[in-house]
């Protein structure tokens, strides 16, 4: 393969030159030679076998070969001749230990660009060099991750908070960082032995041994750490960090977004090694800067990489990331990732003194290739633990760990253990628990709360007084009690809450998987179809809503469910509910008749007015979260996102008779949840669901689509629609947000400097009532009444034969936390009192 290059052009006399350059003591051929013509603005370079080849009309009569840490080599041409020239170059006696690329090439291009060429064959190469391209493979693994306290080291010394714990302080290390001191206050490891399966595809991993700092059942920090920290596999496209993704040096694209520049040849253990250096083509995007080392025995692997990611690229808290990673040599020849060490430091601003620092090392070691195991050992749980894992002596760790910890990380796990014994601490931890969590200790055996519930207030009861709490595991590791009293000072009427859960297995019920049983008694308020995730409803930041709000119910419920999750992420819970509504506010359940409309109840029809709706409803929701992790909070487990979709289907039956149920209906729905990875070009949540309701029910007992009259902006809600505005008995639905991570924004120059990220939202609905359950439909005499306002008109509709639609664009990562959108609603602009345009806010911590 030759690297040709024509410059003849017209008729003048043709110069033709070809030929190889090479090590002149090793004979090994050179990339990416710069071959230049002086005098002329002519020029080329060697290809991957280090031949080249030109011709030319010019008048040329020298030629000229530079290569990094070799000698400059002239020789002499006479026009109009023809010649082979086979080159040797002498290595320089002071070798170039670095090279560092400043500033951008005006003239780089990937055309004719030897490093582009020699990334496209690893791109070419990556799968074979892979382990999965193994039928087999075996192999220990070591994880090491510490997290600690950076700054220098007087001011982690003279730490106010550290100060009355002169144990901790001892443990100040000084040699990790370069003119930085960290603090360690989080460690943890674990070793485990690997077996992979190419066909079919099977996984097993088992944990012999695992250890870490303990600060306490709520303080649960591994599994956010752990999705921050994911594994670093170069040879796939995007690698995931601290929740974003980065388009990987050698992915398909990488030469679009990447500069590459062959920069050295080196050999190590006799195996000659070409590096590579890249950098971004815009800084901001999501990309690293570094080296890699890639083989030239015909394979074309990587060796060795150690690459960065840069100070402008959009991403929060991080001063500085860096990875390594090595691979070494099997007997087979090729080479698999023996070491990863990911190391990154945080802070609020660049140049914040004091940050957080975080590493994370795995090793690898025994491979074992093409040593099948029987079918029969990869049955069972993808991921199984030791009996033992959890209690192994330092004999063990000491024995098997693939490093020996340094010393001040030996010391971390006795420091962190005497801190948390100290009375001080456990005040501190306390009251960083409430303000977190939204708990405080009251006592060893119960805990109030959560705080942000005990004042709000809406247009039924007024000011809402609320207390209330629960059991710790100290009382009970299997059993949870909690319970709540409200009061609210306009319908002067108190609401009651008491329920508890018992765990079926010996661990606590916040612990996965779960197997618990849990029943409850609630009488209380409720805005009609609001259900949210992971904020209570009468937290007091929601008291605040837009537009017309009182339409209520109180609410009478007996609810008993049973929990069984494995370990596979699949989950079903079973159970039952007695549910009595009643409606408040202005909201009122009138059954429509034939007789005509009265004064007292306009646009009704006529109506008998019903008290109240029972319900006595069989429920059944099947969940599979395949590889979710996620972060155990004290009220509710949040989940990380991942690639994975996740697939919920809950089903329900009431029956009419049992503990005073008046229908019989069955309801079954299905959600899925997906996040779709994009690159460079962001991500896209995208959540899709569809109901049917079996039988004739009244409004109530219908689907109301989940709105939202706050000023906050929720992601599964319809932001533009009124409480109640639409019930439907089926329907199907879309929500895509996207996020751009800055991909427009880095490269306008005004713009780019701020890490802004854009997003843009869609969210449409479609859905009818039956005639069956439309009170419209005179041979409907039992149904109730769409709601209307005062003025006769209404308030509730059914979905037509057009969707309702909103969409949103939206700027993101103001002050690195916040998110405004403006939100468009594109249909149903007749009805009363509803907006066309918002503006909403959400608060988001992310990377």
Known sequence: MGANFNFAQGQGVVTSVRGTVKDAATNEPLIGVTIFFPGTSLGASTDLEGNFAFRTTQTITRVQFTYVGYKTQTIDLTPGES??????????????????????????????????DLIRLVVDNRNKNRLESYNYVQYQQYDKLLLALSNSPDKLRSNFFFKKYDFVLKNIDTTKLQGTAILPLYLQESISEHYFKKEPEKKKTIVQGEKKVDFGEFVVIDSYVKHMYQDIDIYKNNITLLTNQFLSPIADLAPTFYRFYITDTVIVDGQKLTELSFQPKNEADFLFTGKLFVTMDGNYAVQKVDMEVGPKVNINWVRDLHITLNFDRLPNGRYNLSKSVLRSEFAPTANSKGG???????????????????????????????????????????????????????????????????????????????????????????EIGPVNTFYSFNPVEGFRLRAGGR?????????????????????EKWKYFLGGTYSLTDRSIFEFPVRALRANYQKDTKIPGQELQFVQEDNFLLSFKRGTNDKWLYNETYTIDYLHEFRNRFSFRVGFKNWEQSPAGSLQYLKV????????????????????????????????????????????????????????????????????????????????????????????????????????????????????????YQIQSYNLMNFLEFVSDQYASLNIDHCFNGFI????????????????????????????????????????????????????????????VEASVGVGNLFKFFRVDVVKRLSYLNHPEVSELGIRGRFKFDF
Not at 92 to 114: A, F, M, W
Not at 396 to 413: G, P
């Open 83 to 116: 010649r082979v020239l086979n080159v040797k170059l002498e290595s320089e006696s002071q070798k170039l230990k670095e090279v560092v690329i400043k500033g951008r090439s005006r003239n780089y291009s990937n055309k004719n660009n030897p490093a582009v």
């Open 356 to 446: 957080v620092y975080g590493e994370r090392t795995v090793s690898y070691k025994d491979f074992r290739i093409n040593q099948p195991q029987p079918n029969s050992f990869y049955e069972g749980e993808a991921l199984a633990k030791a009996p033992t894992a959890n209690q192994q002596e330092e004999d063990f760790w000491a024995t098997n760990r693939h490093d020996s910890l340094s010393v001040t990380e030996a010391n971390t796990y006795l420091s962190i253990d005497s801190l948390r014994s100290t009375k001080s601490f456990k005040r501190t931890l306390d009251i960083a628990t409430m303000l977190v969590a939204g708990y405080k200790q009251a006592g060893p055996y119960f």
């Open 471 to 491: 059991t710790t595991t100290t009382f009970s590791k299997r059993l949870m009690l909690e319970t709540y009293a409200a009061y609210g000072f306009k319908d």
């Open 593 to 712: 008749n034939n007789t005509p409309p009265t004064a007292d109840l306009p646009g009704t029809g006529g109506a008998d007015q019903i008290k109240s709706l029972t319900t006595s409803e069989f429920q059944l929701e099947l969940r599979w979260a395949p590889h979710e992790e996620y972060v155990q909070g004290k009220l509710y487990r949040y989940p990380i996102v991942n690639r994975y979709p996740v697939f919920t289907l809950r089903a329900a039956a009431g029956v009419k008779g049992v503990f005073n149920g008046d229908y019989d209906y069955q309801s079954l729905t299905l959600n899925v949840t997906k996040r779709f990875f994009l690159s460079q070009l962001g991500y896209s949540d995208v959540i899709a669901e569809g109901g049917y309701i079996v039988g004739q029910v009244p409004f109530p007992l219908l689907a109301i689509h989940r709105a939202n009259q706050t000023y906050s």
């Open 745 to 804: 924004f880095n490269k306008l120059p005004l713009i780019r400097h701020t890490k802004l990220r854009e997003f843009a939202t869609l969210k449409v609905l479609y859905g009818k009532v039956r005639e069956e359950n439309d009170p419209g439909n005179n041979n409907n005499k039992d149904l109730l009444a769409f709601p209307v306002n005062a003025n006769g008109l209404p308030t509730t509709y059914s979905l037509e034969k057009k969707p309702y």
